[in-house]
């Protein structure tokens, strides 16, 4: 066990900032929450997205984990032969699954007694092709049934990684639709995305080759005010008066904090990095009133405003489909995009560059993301548009 884990300790720390980065932020195009924060002081806007980036993982993402993992490798750890041998957590497509299942993890496998063997990748394959292969490298032991072979974990911390939607693309999804079920000495943790797993389970019906799923619980307006407390109390952070009256005689700045975060939580769907952007957005940058008639420089407080997600602006059926790839893939290079698409590479460039003065895709050493902020209602304009996006089962 020490092995195996020792390995994936020194595999998280040396890759960390690649699952803990929760944010892309385009290289080059300016896009909301930034176009905000460009009304406040530099230093300021500096701290808070330094700030928010450090948040740490929702507690209540990770107990949910570890509570459910508890349950399921418990019953496979007694029974392999008779047990599910798999756990899979679904979270939104602009969730940094990776971050919150591998992080989970860590703490979780600190504590027991078992191997744990990571895919290590941080991106998919360059090529779709290779993708099975890769696979097969790092995780094949051979299906011997002599002698015993020692029980692991093994973690796939993102099952968007080990596809690409084009020909030969789902070649690393049938290989592990025949691995899940062929080593009951093996149990597996895989993340995804929703999107990815209606789709998936739509074209090669791969729910039924996994055991339980668990879908990320929503944050609600308690959770996410004592996510962002930290920050809240260290910049001392006010809270705007709602521009709607409420029915209440004991209005005070607590009130104004409280329906701030209830409302964060709704027009956010309860997602962390949507409820981020939405937050960092919010604020403003107030300057005291003072009756002082001296010269000197007026000091000033950060306030957020009443959280709103930005207009959608009007999109065209390519565009559509552009944004249903990167939804349904997560992150994408430009030539795997293309791929996925059919479509030539330049046309596709060129239509991505107008997605991204528009705000909504983000590039970071050349790969593409939806900007989380446009989320809820991107994925209520596709599904208007009858692309597959998630029911709920």
């Known amino acids: 066990m020490g092995t195996l884990f020792d390995r994936f300790q020194g595999w998280f720390v040396e890759n960390r900032q690649n699952f803990l980065s929760r944010f892309s932020t385009d290289e080059q195009e300016t896009q909301e929450p930034e176009k905000s924060l460009i009304e406040l002081p530099p230093h300021l806007a500096s701290r808070l997205v330094a700030a928010v980036d450090e948040l740490p993982t929702d507690n209540p993402d990770m107990e949910a984990i570890q509570s459910k993992l508890d349950e399921a490798v418990e019953k496979w750890r007694k029974n392999p032969q008779a047990a599910e041998n798999s756990l899979v957590v679904l979270s939104s497509p602009v969730t940094t699954v990776s971050r919150i299942l591998v992080e989970s993890l860590q703490d979780w496998a600190s504590q027991k007694e078992i191997a744990l063997r990571p895919l290590q990748w941080i ?21 011997s049934t002599t002698g015993s072979k020692q029980q692991e974990i093994v973690v796939i911390s993102n099952l968007s990684w080990c596809f690409l939607r084009c020909v030969d693309g789902l070649d690393g999804i049938d290989y592990l639709q025949d691995v899940l079920l062929q080593d009951d000495s093996r149990f597996w943790v895989i993340g995804g995305g929703k999107v990815s797993w209606e789709y998936l ?28 407390e930290p920050i809240v109390s260290e910049l001392d952070i006010h809270f705007a008066k709602p521009n709607i009256e409420f029915p209440n005689n004991n ?16 027009v956010s769907e309860g997602v962390n990095t949507v409820a981020a952007q939405v937050f960092l957005r919010s604020m403003r940058y107030e300057v005291k009133e003072t ?44 030539s795997a995009l293309s791929e996925s698409l059919g479509d030539d590479k330049n046309l596709v460039k060129g239509q991505i560059q107008m997605l991204r003065r528009k705000g909504l895709i983000e590039q970071k050493n050349q790969i593409l993301t939806i900007n989380p902020i446009h989320y809820p209602r991107l994925k209520s304009e596709l599904a208007n548009n009858n692309f597959i996006i998630h029911e709920s089962d």
């Open 123 to 143: 991106g998919r394959p360059e090529k779709a092709e290779n993708i099975a292969t890769r696979l097969r490298q790092q995780l094949g032991r051979g299906l």
């Open 291 to 334: 009756d002082d008639d001296k010269n000197e420089k007026a000091e000033g407080i950060l306030e957020a405003q009443y959280p709103e997600l930005p207009t959608l602006p009007r999109l065209n059926a390519d565009e559509h489909y552009i944004i249903y790839s990167l939804l349904l893939h997560g992150d994408l290079t430009l």
């Open 251 to 266: 209005e005070d700045p607590e009130s104004y904090k409280s329906r701030y975060f209830d409302r964060l939580a709704s």
């Open 201 to 228: 389970n739509y074209v090669s019906h791969f729910k039924a080759y996994c055991g339980e799923s668990l879908e990320l619980p929503e944050l609600t307006g308690e959770q996410l005010q004592e996510w962002f």
